[in-house]
């Protein structure tokens, strides 16, 4: 009871001091205040750890959108539901008082860096990775080219991405790239509609793929199978999409059943896999319509109206070199597949354009034209635009436990200044989606889903969101 009593005292006391923006300077130390910019599994992680192990902390996150979550909203596919349920965990730190979500709220446009850094004692970015890749190949900018991210954002709802509408008139997409998105997208695109009337995949595209006429699915990789980046989970799962052939070419497993018994385990089990699916394919052919067409040694070179031409590659160590023999697809649609991007979203972050990150030593941003790399006191990285591009949830989450622990040490070791008082952004001019917002948005979301059988519909129109959130 007494317990109780103290808690609810120390969040009307935070509630207080949030709203009255005052400071209690005088009968205790700061308040420390934390910003958080991005609402992904990143900055959620973070926040959980923060929260937990800092007591007199606040944490705000800034996020650009009106919805939190991040990949896991927009990137995680519609028929892997399981992989979603991290939002409970997200929700529940959300819940804390001394959270807050400060939703539609964008780094580079509506604050900037120096204003976060003026405002809070640590400011840690987890705003991910928004671009992609490029092959740099000649007419990579033909419309017959679209990057796999465009297209998951389109069929996940991502605002601004409704109106991608690919192409799915003609009979092969080829797929560039052999990650684990590229995977994703061959399964949305193999799968039967049905299957996917029950997840959360816009209406519009649900009614595109109902239309697709699409029955060969490519999945071109530069290296060999020994160095295929999706997994092994994923693999299984497309391999048993109903009414689908996976086509292996024989070829490109020479010399691989001799080798495979001395692999680590999860290429081993990979490999395997890949080789027993080879050799079901020329002891019992199946002979469906729809076609999942892996294939390897091939590094994009030119695109062309209605083919792509790939040089044939050669394995030198774990690296592919192009040769001057190649091969042309004939193709109707290209999807490039090889990896997202981090940008830099102001000028004051210390960005490595070449590597796409946000230059850091285990989370700790690094100074800008600093030879010797000193730390940047007080900022921080964490997720995908710390790590680039690579790493399911899991991972993300790790990483972002360790930067935040890197956080609390800084804060309790006093290597960040925290006895100046921090008031936290001043956004009373701005249209602000609060948690509570968020939740009006999911309740709305999920009714209008429950009617179509589905988990949610996810709202696209940005200002039909703020409408719903009370913006
Ligand atoms: P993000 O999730 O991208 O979050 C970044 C957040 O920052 C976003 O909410 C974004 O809107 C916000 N933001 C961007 N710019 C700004 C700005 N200027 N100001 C404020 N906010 C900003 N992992 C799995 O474990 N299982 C899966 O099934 C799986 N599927 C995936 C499918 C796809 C297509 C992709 C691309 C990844 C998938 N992953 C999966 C990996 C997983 O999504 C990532 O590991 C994880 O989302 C990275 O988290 P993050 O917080 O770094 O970035
Ligand atoms: P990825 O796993 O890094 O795969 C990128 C692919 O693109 C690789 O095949 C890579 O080949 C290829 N590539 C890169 N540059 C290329 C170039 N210039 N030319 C030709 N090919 C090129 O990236 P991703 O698929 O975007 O996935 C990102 C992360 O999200 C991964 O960690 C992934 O596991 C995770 N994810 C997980 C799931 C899931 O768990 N279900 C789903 C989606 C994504 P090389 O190997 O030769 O470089």
Redesign the pocket.
Known sequence: MFLAKSILKQNQLNTIQRTCNFSLSSISAARKKVCIVGAGPAGFYAAQYILKHLSDCDVDVLEKLPVPFGLVRF???PD?PE?KNVINTFTKTAENPRFRFLGNLSLGKDFSIEQLRDNYHAVLLTYGADED?R??IPNEDSKNVIS?RKFVAWYNGLPGSENLNPDLSGDTVTL?????????VARILLSKVDALKSTDTTEYALEALANSKVKNVYLV???GPL?????I??LREILKLPDVSTVWRKSDFKDIPEIVSSLARPRKRLTELMLKSLDEQQSSPRTSEKKFLPVFQR??KEIHDDFIEFSVTELQGNT?IPTDVSEKFQTDLILR????KSVSVDKGINFDDKRGYVVNKDGRVLQKNSQEGSIDKGLYVAGWLGTG????IL?TMNGAFGVAKAICDDVEQNFIDTETQKSGLDISDKRVVTWKGWTEIDKYEVEIGKAKGKPREKLIDIEKMLKIAGV
């Open positions: 990137g995680v596919a892997h992989v890749r092959m740099n796999a560039v790239g052999q990650g684990n998105v590229a995977i994703d990789g530069r290296r160095q295929a980046a999706f997994t989970k994923e590094s994009p592919a597949s090889i990896g997202y591009p690579t790493g399911v991972t």
